[in-house]
């Protein structure tokens, strides 16, 4: 008896199924879009990044460099036009670039760690900044 009842609830739900299945697919197939219910979506195509006028490297000092000398030579290139500023917390020094845009500068730092800001400016006005940490220390590792 009860292996009938289960039996006939398998059958019942297949059943089901397959007239829910019918009902949906027949009401998508007849289904009709009008022009008010549709969306336009246009692709635009992305307008370019404009390139910076400027650009500065610093190959002098590395970040996190320890240094044992109270001179430090900072070195790199940037836009040939452009203004380089090197600043600590005790000197500041601006510097023209060459005409292929190299530029070094000696400056001095104090006791333990320094703060080396390198700013290059464009003729434009746009600029661009790198800051290096410095360590003095007479300590040799």
């Known amino acids: 008896m009860?292996?009938?009842?289960?039996?006939?609830?398998?059958?019942?739900t297949l059943f089901g199924l397959l007239v829910?299945?019918?009902?949906?697919?027949?009401?998508?197939a007849t289904k009709t879009i009008t022009p008010s219910n549709t969306k336009t979506i246009?692709?635009?195509?992305?307008s370019p990044t404009p390139l910076p006028s400027i650009f500065l490297t610093v190959d002098r000092p590395k970040d996190?460099?320890?240094v044992t000398s109270k001179i430090l030579i900072v070195s790199g290139r940037s836009t040939g036009n452009a203004v380089v500023i090197v600043m600590t917390d005790s000197f500041e020094d601006v510097i023209t670039p060459s005409a292929n845009g190299d530029f070094s500068t000696s400056v001095s730092i104090n006791d333990g760690q320094n703060i080396v800001e390198i700013t290059a400016i464009a003729p434009n006005g746009e600029s661009t900044t790198i800051?290096?940490?410095?360590?003095?220390?007479?300590?040799e590792f």
Do not use: M, N, R
């Open 20 to 28: 829910a299945g019918v009902t949906f697919y027949l009401f998508q």
């Open 42 to 46: 246009s692709f635009a195509s992305p």
């Open 64 to 66: 996190e460099e320890v």
């Open 2 to 12: 009860k292996t009938e009842k289960l039996i006939l609830s398998f059958i019942a």
């Open 131 to 139: 800051k290096k940490t410095v360590t003095y220390s007479q300590e």
